[in-house]
């Protein structure tokens, strides 16, 4: 018997691989019984949690990583030798980027550009700014259009003409107002006693009657002739005057409430001062009295308020004749960026349209604020301030003009040049010129 015992060990052996083998087949098959999951250091908090009970997608294609947003860091690129011209600050290349300046010399126009370059020279009695890369110029008491290389785009051949706006511009033939394209061809036949720019598809212009309405870019008639008035369109609507109320219409002439961005400067353009028997009032442009003739003295509209003249004393009204301002100072000029130079106890301060002082009466004399800066005198000497009443610029020249375009005409020591909002010279206009 206990020879048998080698040969009983042999198979007990033998059984016990093979059970061994079956099991790892067994959990090597899918969908059988799964090891334990390794454990793993725990996940940063601005890592996404992987699941582990399936395996990991199939990697797709990286989309192309955002413009300035790489998801790699970019080597350092070594700097660059930029032309002059590209290394301006932001500021002075955006206001290089402007169009070409109009500006006067001996009586005549051209156009600089920012360094005061003169880009097309003096010839013209009459200049507008560029508008849709033309520009409107007169000589010879007839209008037409130059480009900005100077050349001539639209021949001079009109009794007047407006800026382009939307590809047209209004010009006028025998007396009444058409619309031109940029190939000067006549698209909308010269019918109207006033035409104005377009904006958003429509235009204000006027009939035979006088009463303005609304035409599309056909000429057809969007809004009915009836307005006193009629304003540009914005957003949908526009402000008109009829029959001496004011309000506000869309694209039909239907009357609407007035809209969330209503301005003050709206009705600016609907009155103009007239004079009658002596004494100013306002009416509109077909002449029609809105506003009686009782001032000594009255303005253009400016940002909603006109500035009137009763019994020696400046004040200011509304455009339905309403007293905004009691007249109570002795000079007072038109409103600009929402304050008034006027004249307390003989210096010269600032209001607002409530007639709150602002900037306190102490100034020798003043003027309107022009693209945040307003001149101002101290003895005999011009210098600009802000809004709160800081010098800005030192009261040092011999004359002044407002700043426009950034900057501003001014006369030192016999020298006549051009300034930024910091008082730096920019360029300087020839002797003979001023």
Not at 3 to 12: G, K, L
Not at 131 to 159: C, H, M, Q, R
Not at 363 to 373: D, H, K, N, V, Y
Request: hydrophobic share 35%; proline share 8%; glycine share 10%.
């Amino acid at each position: 018997m206990n020879a048998h015992w080698p040969m009983t060990t042999v198979v007990i052996a033998l059984i016990i691989i093979l059970i061994a083998v079956g099991a790892v087949l067994i959990l090597s098959i899918p969908g059988g019984r799964k090891a334990s999951p390794k454990k793993t250091p725990a996940a940063k908090p601005s890592e996404k949690k992987q699941k582990t009970t399936q395996p990991p997608p199939k990697p797709k294609a990286a989309p192309p990583a955002p413009r300035l947003q790489p998801k790699e860091p970019v080597p350092e690129t070594p700097p660059l030798d930029l032309p002059p011209w590209l290394e301006r600050d932001e500021e002075e290349e955006s206001l290089a980027r402007q169009e070409l300046i109009p500006f006067e010399e001996n009586g005549l126009y051209g156009y600089r550009n920012y360094r005061g370059e003169t880009a097309i020279p003096p010839e013209y009695e009459f200049a507008e700014e560029f508008s849709e890369g033309l520009a409107v110029v007169a000589k010879g008491g007839s209008f037409g259009y130059i480009d900005t290389a100077g050349e001539t785009a639209i021949p001079l051949s009109y009794g007047d003409a407006r800026a382009f706006s939307e590809g047209l511009a209004a010009v006028m033939e025998d007396g009444r107002y058409g619309y031109i394209t940029r190939n000067a061809d006549m698209v909308i036949a010269p019918e109207f006693l006033d035409a104005r720019d377009f904006s958003e598809g429509l235009a204000a212009a006027s009939d035979s009657s006088g009463d303005y309405g609304y035409i599309d870019k056909s000429g057809h008639w969007a809004a009915l002739p009836r307005f006193d008035y009629a304003g540009r369109h914005r957003h949908g609507v526009a402000p008109v005057m009829v029959n001496g109320r004011f309000t506000y219409v869309n694209a039909f002439g239907a009357e609407l409430d007035p809209p969330a961005d209503a301005s003050k400067n709206d009705f600016n353009r609907a009155l103009a001062p007239i004079r009658k028997n002596g004494l100013y009032g306002y009416a509109t442009r077909t002449g029609r009295e809105i506003i009686d003739c009782t001032y000594e003295f009255a303005e253009p509209f400016s940002e909603g308020l006109g500035l009137i003249k009763k019994d020696g004393l400046y004040g200011f009204i509304d455009p339905t004749g309403a007293v905004a301002i009691s007249p109570q100072y002795p000079m007072a000029r038109a409103f600009s960026e929402s304050l008034s130079c006027v004249e307390i106890d003989g210096r010269y301060g600032y209001i607002d349209d409530h007639g709150r002082i602002i900037i306190p009466a102490t100034l020798e004399m003043a003027w309107g604020f022009s693209e945040g800066l307003a001149r101002f005198m101290d003895q005999e000497r011009y210098g600009f301030i802000d809004k709160a009443g800081v010098v800005a610029i030192p009261a040092e020249y011999e004359r002044a003009e407002d700043f426009q375009h950034g900057l501003a005409k001014v006369r030192k020591d016999g020298r006549t040049m051009y300034v930024d909002a910091e008082g730096v010279s920019v360029w300087e206009v020839r002797k003979d010129s001023d």
